[in-house]
T-cell receptor
Framework: GAVVSQHPSWVICKSGTSVKIECRSLDFQATTMFWYRQFPKQSLMLMATSNEGSKATYEQGVEKDKFLINHASLTLSTLTVTSAHPEDSSFYIC?????????????????FGPGTRLTVL | DAKTTQPTSMDCAEGRAANLPCNHSTISGNEYVYWYRQIHSQGPQYIIHGLKNNETNEMASLIITEDRKSSTLILPHATLRDTAVYYCIVRPQGSQGNLIFGKGTKLSVKP
């Protein structure tokens, strides 16, 4: 259980185009989803936190108009990189927090997707 | 900023126990110690977490010192597939508190 998927797993796009990345919790409901970005040989950096049905909360330095997050249901969140540029090339990883603490192993743990490799030419 | 310090890298022989240390001297009373690992080009994988008691699951054991200022993750019989970056993170249990990743420890398991 506790599987999180991302689509696509990798994408190459031209500079100036927009790219949408989907994050789904496959076998549980997620009250909260998180989006991280990871540059080569660096650690994960939290970009934003989104709760189902409400606006995302962005970390300092992350442009909310450039990285649009939609969390329309308890199993789906999307990240759209608008007008992508080469410096946006990175590994984008989503994470979902389980809805209920039905036992210790499921209490508020975050489960991560496999990541999406974005390359902007 | 991450509230933990870990060695940058460690090596371990295949089949031997891997002991990964973590210092979290400023940990608060309501903060848990979480361990995740990230295999190259994959998303992080949850390993284990604990508050003050030692914990064990099918993947690893977590030993937390009595003063809670440090902990050790133990992989009892490391395999080549355990080669990864291991992250030690402190975070409050409950709805608040995001996972803030530090630099982690790059564990290399060698044949």
């Amino acid at each position: 259980g506790a599987v999180v998927s991302q689509h696509p797993s990798w994408v190459i796009c031209k500079s100036g185009t927009s790219v949408k990345i989907e994050c789904r919790s496959l076998d549980f409901q997620a009250t909260t989803m998180f989006w991280y970005r990871q540059f080569p040989k660096q650690s994960l950096m939290l970009m934003a936190t989104s709760n189902e049905g409400s606006k995302a909360t962005y970390e300092q330095g992350v442009e909310k108009d450039k990285f649009l997050i939609n969390h329309a249901s308890l199993t789906l969140s999307t990240l759209t990189v608008t007008s992508a540029h080469p410096e946006d090339s990175s590994f984008y990883i989503c994470s979902a927090r389980h809805r209920q603490a039905s036992g210790r192993a499921w209490g508020n743990e975050q489960f991560f997707g496999p990541g999406t490799r974005l390359t902007v030419l | 900023d991450a509230k933990t310090t870990q060695p940058t890298s460690m090596d371990c022989a295949e089949g031997r126990a891997a002991n990964l240390p973590c210092n979290h001297s400023t940990i608060s009373g309501n903060e848990y110690v979480y361990w995740y690992r990230q295999i190259h080009s994959q998303g992080p994988q949850y390993i284990i977490h604990g508050l003050k008691n030692n914990e064990t699951n099918e993947m690893a054991s977590l030993i937390i010192t009595e003063d809670r200022k440090s902990s050790t993750l133990i992989l009892p019989h490391a395999t080549l597939r355990d080669t990864a970056v291991y992250y030690c993170i402190v975070r409050p249990q409950g709805s608040q508190g995001n996972l803030i990743f530090g630099k982690g420890t790059k564990l290399s398991v060698k044949p």
